[in-house]
């Protein structure tokens, strides 16, 4: 997951294992688009309408998010109410603690460095699940969900890149 209050992204990864390799594939991806007009909460209940969607199709052994942070202080607080429906969600439907890797290692696992570009996780998500398609994201929250994904799967050694 990558988590905000304006488009929140999320990818379901699974791993595919062929010929002793075992490599990531994207089974879903999506986004919340909230309306900025309204409320928190209504805006809150659209992310949590998403979430427990993916966790009742899917019902994912691992939930891992990109770790937030932000240097406004009412930006952070508007974000934890988003980590706390995420956490809330994940464990009425899938019983299940939620993992959080931070964004520069995502990047540095992922793209090669921590201070990799958007557009350079993007490529290097794409690379790394073998998709044909460049424009296969709607947008970088989603990209970034994806990535968020590869990243634990390779720190946890549950793929091979």
Avoid: W
Wanted: glycine share 6%; with cysteine; proline share 4%.
């Amino acid at each position: 997951m990558d988590l905000s209050l304006s488009s929140p992204g999320f990818a379901v990864l699974a791993v595919c294992v062929d010929k002793g390799e075992r490599k990531p594939i994207i089974l879903e991806k999506s986004h919340v688009k909230t309306n900025p007009k309204q409320s928190h909460g209504a805006r809150i209940a659209d992310i949590a309408d998403e979430i427990a969607r993916l966790l009742t199709i899917y019902l994912p052994q691992h939930l891992v998010r990109e770790k937030g942070f932000s240097r406004f202080p009412a930006v952070t607080q508007t974000l934890f109410k988003v980590v706390g429906i995420s956490d809330y969600m994940a464990y009425i439907h899938a019983d299940a603690t939620v993992a959080e890797i931070s964004p520069t290692s995502v990047k540095k696992t992922v793209a090669g460095s921590g201070k990799a570009s958007k557009q350079d996780v993007q490529d290097a998500v794409i690379r790394i699940l073998q998709i044909e398609q460049t424009d296969y994201f709607a947008n970088d929250d989603e990209s970034d969900a994806a990535a968020v994904g590869i990243a634990y799967l390779l720190g946890k050694g549950l793929i091979t890149e």
